[in-house]
């Protein structure tokens, strides 16, 4: 059963920093791009950044560039972002999501998700 | 950047057809993808590449595509498919992942 996990959610001050981690199982992780997509309180989806299966391909929204940074591990099966100078507007559940872009050449879509996890970034 | 431009609302009665549509200028290129999500609960592909049905979902759902436009027609709505609904496709460059709106399904 495929099964994925968020962690590390939590609140944080305006310019404070959250590392989340999602710990999958029931697939072999290092066949499969890795997402982040989160989701503002009442508001729609709005996709963070993937990273391909090695890690040597990575793409972020623009509105998290430069202050995000994605990653993973193959051998410990777990996906992480690492978001430094948070703001009011990171404020999201998080969910990490099996990628189904297996190749450069193939679409992103989304066919395995987490449960998410809530970061608020409030003073 | 790039938009995908869904209705905020569709309000149907059980047993009829639900058409959510979504529009988007690469769409012609690109596939797009629908997401079912109900409060409190991860989203859900209910129709991947345009018109393609995961096992699972239910033979009511089906895709469709048009030019800049891709259609999501629930047929003989039940009161278990009201759910926000999302689509997502990618820029021309297939390199970003793009998000509709979404378009809240009500059963009336």
């Known amino acids: 059963q495929v099964q994925l996990v968020e962690s590390g959610g939590g609140l944080v001050k305006p310019g404070g920093s959250l590392r989340l981690s999602c710990a999958v199982s029931g697939f072999t992780f290092s066949d499969y791009y890795m997402s982040w997509i989160r989701q503002a309180p009442g508001k729609g989806l709005e996709w963070v950044s993937y990273i391909s299966i090695s890690g040597s391909t990575i793409y972020y929204a623009d509105s998290v560039k430069g202050r995000f940074t994605i990653s993973r591990d193959n051998a410990k099966n777990s996906l992480y972002l690492q978001m430094n100078s948070l703001r009011a507007e990171d404020t999201a559940v998080y969910y990490c999501?099996?990628?189904?872009?297996?190749?450069?050449?193939?679409?992103?879509?989304?066919?395995?998700w987490g449960q998410g996890t809530l970061v608020t970034v409030s003073s | 950047s790039y938009e995908l431009t869904q209705p905020p609302s569709v309000s149907v009665s059980p047993g009829q057809t639900a058409r959510i549509t979504c529009s988007g200028d690469?769409?012609?290129?690109?596939?797009a993808y629908w997401y079912q999500q109900k409060p409190g609960q991860a989203p859900v592909v209910v129709i991947n590449?345009?018109?393609e049905r995961p096992s699972g979902i239910p033979e009511r759902f089906s895709g469709s595509s048009s030019g800049t436009t891709v259609t999501l027609t629930i047929s003989g709505v039940q009161a278990e498919d009201e759910a926000d609904y999302y689509c997502?496709?990618?820029?021309?460059?297939?390199?970003?992942?793009?998000f509709g709106g979404g378009t809240k399904l009500t059963v009336l």
């Open positions: 999501a099996r990628d189904r872009r297996t190749v450069p050449s193939a679409n992103n879509w989304f066919d395995s």
């Open positions: 690469a769409l012609p290129k690109q596939y």
């Open positions: 997502q496709s990618a820029d021309s460059s297939g390199t970003y992942v793009v």
């Open positions: 590449k345009d018109s």
